[in-house]
Structures are given as C-alpha cells and as structure tokens.
C-alpha cells in the first residue's frame, strides 16, 4: 500500500527576500507538490514567482523577509 506510515519531512527554514518585481502567493498545493514536497494535507504552499523562475515552497518551512 503507498502512503503510509510514518513520514518525516525536513525542516530547514527557506529564507526569501523580496525583490522588485517578485510575486508571491499563498493557496494550497496540488496533490502532486504535496507528495513532491511531502506535506500534510493542511499545509499550505508559497509560489515565488521571479520573472519565469517559479518556485513552490512549503509555507510552514518558509520565511519571507522584508529588509
């Protein structure tokens, strides 16, 4: 049977300074990134978006800096 058990998910914080230019969003992720990104259901995603550079986050692990 797949996904089962116990999962542990590293915790490194993802540090991200805005820039001008930069959008990012909140919404909750597709089944896909939850797997990819090995994320309970209730997890929420960050989507960086810098010119057609995309990157998904995992919002609980995810620091946005404003300096």
């Keep these: 049977m797949r996904n089962r058990g116990s999962f542990v998910r590293a915790t490194t914080v993802v540090k991200v300074a805005p820039e001008s230019g930069m959008r990012i969003t909140a919404r909750m ?19 960086v978006e810098r010119g ?16």
Excluded: F, G, M, W
């Design 29 to 47: 992720p597709t089944e896909a990134e939850r797997e990819e990104l090995a994320l309970d259901e209730l997890v929420p995603v960050l989507v």
């Design 52 to 67: 057609d550079q995309v990157e998904v986050l995992a919002a609980d692990s995810s620091e946005i800096r404003v300096q």
